[in-house]
Antibody, heavy 116, light 110 residues
C-alpha cells in the first residue's frame, strides 16, 4: 500500500535551517508529484508547493519562495523540504502528500518548532 | 493565490445533513473541476474524501457528496455521525501548477 513516512520532530533556533524528509513506498516514486503543506498551530492548511519527481522541477506558492527549497533523492524514493533562515512563524507541522491534483496519501507530519 | 473562502464553522445533530461551501473565483473553483475535499481529525493528517468535485475515493461512505455551481463548490454530509466531527478543507487548482486550500470549516456534531 502507498505509504509516506516523514522524519521526526525538530527544534531549531531562529536563523537556523531544517530539512524534513518524506520517504515513499508502495508505488513508483517518479510517477507522482510530491506536495508540501504547512499547518501552523491552530490554523488551517497552507499549500507550500510541489515538486515534479520525474523532472525535479519545483513550484512554490507565493510567500514560500526563497527560503523554502524542495529536493529529491530518487534512489531512495525520498523527497525533502529544506527551510532556511527559520523564523518563529515557521513553527508548524509540515506534511508531504502525493500528487498536486488530489492529495490521496499523506505523511504523518513533522513538527518543526522554532524557538530561542 | 488567495485562500478559498469557507465558513469557519458548521453544525448539525446526529442523523441530520449539513453542507459546507467553498467559494473562489473564475481562476480557481470556477475554472475547472479539480476541486477536492479533505477531512482532518484533531492531531491527525488530513484525509481525501472527495476529488474532481463529486468523486469519492474507495472506502469513503456515500454520505459524503460534492457539487459545484459557478465559483462555489459544496460538500454535503448526510446522516451525520459523531465521527464526522472534524475540520474540512477544500482544495483547488488556481491556474497552471498552483494549488490553493480553503480556510477550513470546523464541523460540530451536536
Amino acid at each position: 500500500q502507498v505509504q509516506l513516512v516523514q522524519s521526526g520532530s525538530e527544534l531549531r533556533k531562529p536563523g537556523a535551517s531544517v530539512k524534513v524528509s518524506c520517504k515513499a513506498s508502495g508505488y513508483t516514486f517518479n510517477n507522482y508529484g510530491m506536495t508540501w503543506v504547512r499547518q501552523a498551530p491552530g490554523q488551517g492548511l497552507e499549500w507550500i508547493g510541489w515538486i515534479n519527481t520525474d523532472s525535479g522541477s519545483p513550484t512554490y506558492a507565493q510567500g514560500f519562495t526563497g527560503r523554502f527549497i524542495f529536493s529529491l533523492d530518487t534512489s531512495v524514493s525520498t523527497a525533502y523540504l529544506q527551510v532556511n533562515n527559520l523564523q518563529a512563524e515557521d513553527t508548524a507541522i509540515y506534511y508531504c502528500a502525493r500528487e498536486p491534483k488530489l492529495l490521496d496519501s499523506w505523511g504523518q507530519g513533522t513538527q518543526v518548532t522554532v524557538s530561542s | 493565490q488567495s485562500a478559498l473562502t469557507q465558513p469557519p464553522s458548521a453544525s448539525g445533530s446526529p442523523g441530520q445533513s449539513v453542507t459546507i461551501s467553498c467559494t473562489g473565483t473564475s481562476s480557481d473553483v470556477g475554472g475547472h473541476n479539480y476541486v477536492s475535499w479533505y477531512q482532518q481529525h484533531p492531531g491527525k493528517a488530513p484525509k481525501l474524501i472527495l476529488y474532481e468535485v463529486t468523486k469519492r475515493p474507495s472506502g469513503v461512505p456515500d454520505r459524503f457528496s460534492g457539487s459545484k455551481s459557478g465559483y462555489t463548490a459544496s460538500l454535503s454530509v448526510s446522516g451525520l455521525q459523531t465521527d464526522d466531527e472534524a475540520d474540512y478543507y477544500c482544495y483547488s487548482n488556481a491556474g497552471g501548477n498552483i494549488w490553493v486550500f480553503g480556510g477550513g470549516t470546523k464541523l460540530t456534531v451536536l
